[in-house]
């Protein structure tokens, strides 16, 4: 096993609003502790804990992006919410199933890509609109 975390945090990943580049993180390092108990051997008792963990922070995320969507009157709410809902559903699928999941690179693989790709892509469009939002707030 190299000393390296499975996916590096580079700050290219940042949208420029504090508490979602936050939480983008924090998704992100639990991502990399599900892939350290992988790869450590560790047993189900800390990787089926940590995919609750995963499915738990996805869903305090997405409230917290959905709720600043809503507010900001982001044209493309709707599309984004359905993205949100899909992975939602297969987080917690893929929660369920830990500790039958034999194919545990291809779990990681597909949290990995989906995670950069949706920040990048689909989090990058609303960035102006919750830019101007937030501008007039105290956070
Ligand atoms: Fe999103």
């Not at 047993?43 to 709720?67: C, D, N, R, S």
């Amino acid at each position: 096993m190299k000393n390296i975390l499975y996916i590096v945090w580079s700050d290219n990943n940042k949208i420029g609003i504090p508490i979602i580049d936050e939480q983008h993180r924090g998704i992100i390092s639990t991502i990399n502790s599900l892939h350290y108990f992988i790869q450590t051997g560790h047993g189900h008792e800390i990787i089926k804990p940590t995919m609750i963990m995963l499915e738990q922070y996805t869903y305090v995320h997405f409230k917290t992006e959905e709720a600043l969507m809503a507010e900001a009157s982001y044209p493309a709410f709707e599309e984004h919410i359905v993205l949100h809902k899909a992975l939602l559903k297969k987080t917690k699928d893929l929660s369920i199933d830990a500790n039958r999941n034999k194919d545990s690179d291809m779990v990681l693989k597909f949290l990995k890509e989906w995670w950069l790709g949706h920040i990048n892509k689909e989090d990058k469009k609303y960035t102006p609109f919750l830019r101007k939002l937030i501008d007039t707030k105290a956070f």
